[in-house]
């Protein structure tokens, strides 16, 4: 795992698995990125020139006791007003030069004016799991977000907005933009033009609750087709093919599972928890933290204590029989 | 302790006074005389006995974070745990290690360095330490009220910050945020205490001839940091007894189901904690202003520029709080005001290092322990300032904020910087107040373990910050590549605990077996230095005049005081 | 290293500093003015946010009389000072007595005017933004102006019983001080609660 971690980021693949700053996919994460590369230039001449005087300074000053004066103090020196000017003047100017650089992308990044075919998308966190739906679209969905790439001669950036449910909660996803705030009865805005199709991942960024940690984020960014696609299938009802899941589904229509989750044209219209309708057509579960497969789904919804504890659904308890059928359901869900 | 060490026959000649054995006392009356004691000096030596008590503790919940987190997906503790680990972690080290420490050498000093006999309010003096302490136990007895005596709750698991609505009762149930919320009440108390008595101190009770311009540096510190206390720890006081306002009489301050705002919370609570570092970071400044010219054998260079840019940093410091709120959505406008006033505090701040760097310039430096410490805080400082102006960009810290970087370059400043300069304080100030030197060839071990140990957590954490990993998490996925940075800044966890401990060992042993101190072992210059060590309960047997910044250094150069160059 | 030093006692011209008392009743004063102006801050935010429950324009009536009493104890407050600088205890007792009762009349009518939001009006602390920040603001104040009075009526103990003499003319100063603290805060709540914010 050492080995496998140190290739990781030592190659130069910074697709699946990197959430590094230094590998901008969009233009707000570009931005930040060249503004960084100031700013990290500046620091570091600072350093090397501050840091080179203080190591001259202990090396050429200290006290030596073979020296002939070294019984003897050396020559007092109480200050210099020139000296001091100098290196209060110089500072200041550094300050005005990054201040200057720094405000020009703070305004192009949140005055950003919003092109016509822009996507809308409100994001509401929860704990400990994201809501996505699309208002013009239809949709709604929870941990997995699709947008489409946005090709930079034509731009087809994703707006969010976003606002929280319960506690505050932070949309991070490194490669494509700096965090935003969800915080509740607040709206936040913030813009994704993914330029590479890919998953970006990112995870929650402001500590909300004992399952702040695997409260992860997954972005796909689609191709125009792609995204198409995905939209037509999420814009359908939930499956609802016959046997054998109709015992799963009986099941699941006449338990507790209703009241938190939504699957659309069903009875269940939950909105605690999030929207199952295409749950099968994700890559994973419990937002972001365990693959999507049949056995993970079943232990899951049978203890989500065992991935996650403190995550607020509850152990459904239900038999092995019960529990077979629902997951059966589930799985058709796509 | 004064009554307790024989002190050496001949080496007291204040004024022509002997001081004899005392005959060995009761236990119990040395308990009773210290719990009763206004005296400025038992009450600091208290505030930083408790202090390092707290700092072995904090330090501990640290290792088991480190242990959690040197993996991914580990199961060392469980996620309740880690989220009380870090919310006590933050909590003990700033308001039951740094603050006692710090007010704790500042009530040993001050008036001694102003030739002064006590503080002006030594009853309020005690009682501030024993609010304080209060709140220290009151604050770990969240550990017992959970499952052992009456199942109310747990230790907090909010943060050390306390971000609303999670610390409302639906989202934060039972006790465990109420110990929080009333440990720091009382010891907030305390700190007003304690900072009224300062500024009351240093403006009331100067010897003769100490105008203002003659004040160690130390003090001018002391002055206003507790000037910003006043300010500072106030807005934090307000906002929780809103917050118990708000889970006991059902009030709405920051209850958003109604209305209210969780970004006010944040406001307040950032209008204190921007100026709690300042407050934890001044004294470290003090103690650089009198030890570095010591072991340079030069006066400080600049000490008008040192003290507008000491006043300046306290005052700008009231004024950039919401760069902890960049990514909360208050608009360009204000990103881009509390941007600029971020930076603007780098410039007195950068002042204030530059002197160090000309005091050091044409000096005789002297490599001891204390002094070894000090340099360690000069290069430390710098780097942790410049991280500081790389967060002060508003865009970088939309990307950076809440992240490992951010603990990274906090960590550089709390430990990097202030422990460095306490520790360095100790290795100067322990002759004073115990009468023995400290064992140079351990503190020097002692530097170097934790030196090693300091650069290989926190200059490796600043990696993971830079690859996407977030802050306050229990754990974290295998496959974004943060293991290996992880496991190297665990490791070094292990250096600095035994850094640590050699450095309390030495505190031990040096009591009872360092070599005789004297009064003046390092040949220094402020007042402090005139008295027996430790010296006697009222100070001075007869209250000084002083002429100059450095009386001792007029006294030890009578050819050249400095005197004539004022 | 070297030896104990011995400070040379010169004489100097007088070396007079500010008094104790004073500057740490300011260091108060300027503490509790920070906390004060926080839930000021609060009470200003919150102006018009409401989403239920009665406004401030429909249930508060102007507090004129209590505010002129409180405002004129800090000026009998100044006078018990100013009696006892000139050793005269009895005009000090009989001032200070009637600070004692401007402030109680003060007391009595916050509580007065609670009594009827709470079972007139059905505002409480639990009510709306309103009700919260109103209470815990003029509250905090209340609470300031109670201690005031408790110290307020020991000085007049003290004053009547012969314990309280000129030589403790700056202490009473001092509690002074705080008063007219007190009262200034008062001069705060009443613009911002009863003046703009209606």
Same mark, same amino acid.
């Given at each position: 795992m050492l080995a496998r971690n140190a290739r990781t980021f030592l190659s130069s693949d910074f697709s699946q698995g990197s959430t590094s700053i230094f590998a901008p996919a969009g233009t707000p994460a570009h931005s930040i990125f060249s503004l960084?590369?100031?700013?990290?230039?500046?620091?570091?001449?600072?350093?090397?020139?501050?840091?080179?005087?203080?190591?001259?300074?202990?090396?050429?000053?200290?006290?030596?006791?073979?020296?002939?004066?070294?019984?003897?103090?050396?020559?007092?020196?109480?200050?210099? +007003? !020139? *000296?001091?000017?100098? =290196?209060?003047?110089?500072?200041?100017?550094?300050?005005? %030069?990054?201040?200057? $650089?720094?405000?020009?992308?703070?305004?192009?990044?949140?005055?950003?004016?919003?092109?016509?075919?822009?996507?809308?998308?409100?994001?509401?966190?929860?704990?400990?799991?994201?809501?996505?739906?699309?208002?013009?679209?239809?949709?709604?969905?929870?941990?997995?977000?699709?947008?489409?790439?946005?090709?930079?001669?034509?731009?087809?950036?994703?707006?969010?907005?976003?606002?929280?449910?319960?506690?505050?909660?932070?949309?991070?996803?490194?490669?494509?933009?700096?965090?935003?705030?969800?915080?509740? +009865? !607040? *709206?936040?805005?913030? =813009?994704?033009?993914?330029?590479?199709?890919?998953?970006? %991942?990112?995870?929650? $960024?402001?500590?909300?609750?004992?399952?702040?940690?695997?409260?992860?984020?997954?972005?796909?960014?689609?191709?125009?087709?792609?995204?198409?696609?995905?939209?037509?299938?999420?814009?359908?009802?939930?499956?609802?093919?016959?046997?054998?899941?109709?015992?799963?589904?009986?099941?699941?229509?006449?338990?507790v599972c209703i009241s938190c989750h939504t699957v659309a044209g069903t009875v269940a219209t939950g909105r605690f928890g999030p929207d199952l309708t295409h749950l099968a057509s994700r890559d994973t579960i419990a937002s972001g933290s365990v693959p999507n497969t049949p056995a993970n789904l079943r232990a899951f919804v049978d203890n989500p204590a065992h991935f996650k504890p403190g995550a607020l659904m509850p152990a459904m308890h239900l038999n092995q029989h019960d529990l077979d059928a629902v997951t059966a359901y589930l799985a058709t869900l796509k | 302790m004064a009554t307790q060490t024989p002190a050496p026959a001949d080496t007291n000649q204040i004024s022509g006074l002997v001081t004899y054995s005392a005959p060995r006392r009761l236990v119990l009356d040395v308990l009773h005389d210290w719990v009763t004691t206004v005296d400025h000096k038992k009450i600091g030596l208290m505030y930083i006995g408790y202090a390092l008590v707290f700092l072995v503790i904090g330090g501990f919940e640290a290792l088991l974070m480190r242990i959690q987190l040197a993996i991914p997906n580990n199961h060392f503790v469980s996620p309740q745990t880690f989220n009380s680990l870090f919310t006590m972690h933050g909590t003990t080290m700033v308001f039951f290690v740094g603050m006692p420490i710090l007010f704790g050498f500042g009530n040993y000093l001050v008036p001694l360095m102003i030739g002064a006999r006590d503080m002006a309010f030594p009853r309020l003096n005690a009682f501030s330490f024993w609010i304080s302490a209060f709140g220290g136990f009151l604050l770990y007895f969240s550990y017992f009220g959970a499952s052992g005596l009456y199942g109310a709750g747990g230790a907090p698991d909010v943060g050390w910050f306390a971000y609303a609505p999670l610390t409302a009762r639906v989202f934060s149930p039972g006790h465990s945020t109420d110990y929080w919320t009333l440990a720091i009440l009382l010891s907030g108390i305390g700190s007003i205490g304690t900072a009224i008595n300062i500024v009351a101190t240093t403006l009331c009770m100067r010897c003769p001839g100490m105008k203002l311009s003659r004040m160690p540096l130390l003090v001018w510190l002391y002055l206003v940091t507790s000037s910003l206390v006043f300010v500072a720890v106030s807005p934090l006081t307000a906002a929780q007894i809103m917050l118990m306002l708000d889970r006991y009489a059902g009030s709405h301050f920051f209850d958003t189901q109604a209305g209210g705002s969780a970004v006010l919370w944040?406001?307040?609570?950032?209008?204190?904690?921007?100026?709690?570092?300042?407050?934890?970071?001044?004294?470290?400044?003090?103690?650089?202003?009198?030890?570095?010219?010591?072991?340079?054998?030069?006066?400080?260079?600049?000490?008008?520029?040192?003290?507008?840019?000491?006043?300046?940093?306290?005052?700008?410091?009231?004024?950039?709080?919401?760069?902890?709120?960049?990514?909360?959505?208050?608009?360009?406008?204000?990103?881009?005001?509390?941007?600029?006033?971020?930076?603007?505090?780098?410039?007195?701040?950068?002042?204030?290092?530059?002197?160090?760097?000309?005091?050091?310039?044409?000096?005789k430096i002297h490599f001891t322990a204390s002094m070894m410490f000090a340099i360690g805080f000069l290069f430390q400082f710098l780097i942790a300032g410049l991280t500081g102006i790389m967060l002060s960009v508003a865009p970088f810290d939309w990307q950076l904020g809440n992240s490992y970087f951010v603990v990274a370059h906090f960590h550089y400043v709390l430990v990097g910087a202030i422990l460095f300069m306490i520790f360095s304080a100790f290795y100067y100030w322990y002759p004073k107040m115990t009468g023995r030197m400290l064992s140079e060839r351990l503190g020097k071990w002692h530097f170097w373990i934790f030196l090693i140990g300091f650069h290989l957590t926190f200059d490796f954490m600043h990696v993971p910050g830079l690859l996407g990993m977030p802050r306050r998490i229990y754990t974290y996925e295998a496959d974004r590549g943060w293991m290996i940075w992880n496991l190297i800044v665990s490791s070094g966890a292990v250096f600095q605990a035994a850094g640590a401990l050699l450095f309390v060992y030495n505190l031990v042993w040096s009591y009872f077996k360092g070599p005789i101190a004297g009064p003046d072992p390092w040949d220094a210059w402020t007042l402090e230095w005139s008295t027996p060590s430790p010296p006697p309960a009222y100070n001075f047997a007869v209250i000084p005049t002083v002429e100059s910044r450095r009386p001792l250094w007029d006294l030890k150069h009578p050819d050249d005081p400095d005197s004539n160059y004022e | 290293m070297s030896q104990a030093a011995v400070i040379p006692q010169t004489t100097t011209p007088t070396w007079e500093l500010p008094s104790r008392g004073v500057v740490g009743m300011a260091c108060l004063i300027i503490a509790e003015s920070a906390i004060f102006t926080i839930f000021v801050v609060a009470y200003i935010y919150y102006l018009g946010k409401?989403?239920?429950?009665?406004?401030?324009?429909?249930?508060?009536d102007l507090p004129i009389f209590t505010t002129v009493c409180l405002l004129s104890s800090s000026l009998t407050v100044h006078l018990a000072v100013s009696a006892l600088d000139h050793a005269r205890r009895g005009l000090c007792s009989l001032w200070l007595a009637a600070t004692v009762l401007l402030g109680g009349i003060f007391l009595g009518g916050t509580a007065h005017e609670w009594y009827k939001l709470i079972y007139r009006d059905g505002l409480t602390l639990q009510t709306n933004l309103f009700g919260t920040t109103f209470y815990s603001l003029v509250g905090l104040h209340a609470t300031h102006v109670l201690v005031g009075l408790v110290m307020l009526s020991l000085a007049l103990i003290f004053s009547l019983n012969g314990s309280m003499t000129a030589k403790h003319t700056g202490r009473l100063e001092v509690l002074s001080l705080y008063w007219h603290f007190v009262d200034a805060v008062w001069v705060v709540v009443f613009t911002v609660v009863y003046v703009l914010g209606r």
């Open positions: 960084s590369m100031l700013v990290l230039g500046i620091t570091f001449a600072i350093f090397l020139i501050v840091a080179g005087l203080l190591l001259y300074a202990i090396v050429r000053y200290r006290h030596r006791a073979s020296d002939a004066d070294a019984s003897q103090e050396p020559p007092q020196i109480y200050g210099s +007003n !020139q *000296i001091e000017l100098s =290196w209060t003047v110089i500072p200041i100017l550094i300050v005005v %030069l990054l201040f200057l $650089a720094t405000t020009r992308i703070i305004l192009s990044t949140q005055n950003a004016p919003k092109p016509a075919a822009a996507l809308d998308v409100t994001v509401v966190g929860h704990q400990f799991w994201w809501e996505f739906s699309y208002p013009k679209l239809g949709i709604v969905t929870a941990n997995e977000l699709h947008i489409p790439v946005s090709d930079p001669k034509h731009p087809t950036p994703t707006y969010l907005t976003m606002t929280s449910a319960d506690t505050d909660h932070s949309f991070w996803v490194p490669r494509l933009a700096g965090k935003m705030d969800l915080i509740p +009865n !607040q *709206i936040n805005t913030m =813009w994704l033009d993914p330029q590479a199709a890919g998953l970006y %991942l990112g995870q929650c $960024a402001q500590y909300c609750g004992v399952e702040h940690a695997k409260m992860l984020i997954r972005v796909y960014a689609d191709s125009p087709a792609d995204f198409a696609a995905w939209v037509a299938r999420q814009q359908k009802p939930a499956v609802n093919s016959d046997d054998p899941t109709a015992a799963g589904r009986a099941i699941f229509q006449h338990s | 944040m406001h307040f609570f950032w209008i204190f904690g921007h100026p709690e570092v300042y407050i934890l970071v001044l004294p470290a400044f003090a103690f650089a202003n009198e030890i570095i010219p010591v072991f340079s054998r030069k006066a400080i260079f600049g000490y008008p520029a040192m003290v507008a840019a000491s006043v300046g940093i306290g005052f700008i410091s009231l004024s950039v709080w919401a760069h902890h709120m960049f990514t909360v959505g208050l608009g360009p406008g204000a990103n881009t005001f509390f941007t600029l006033a971020t930076m603007v505090i780098s410039v007195p701040t950068g002042i204030k290092l530059f002197n160090w760097l000309a005091t050091l310039w044409g000096g | 409401d989403r239920t429950g009665p406004t401030p324009r429909q249930i508060l």
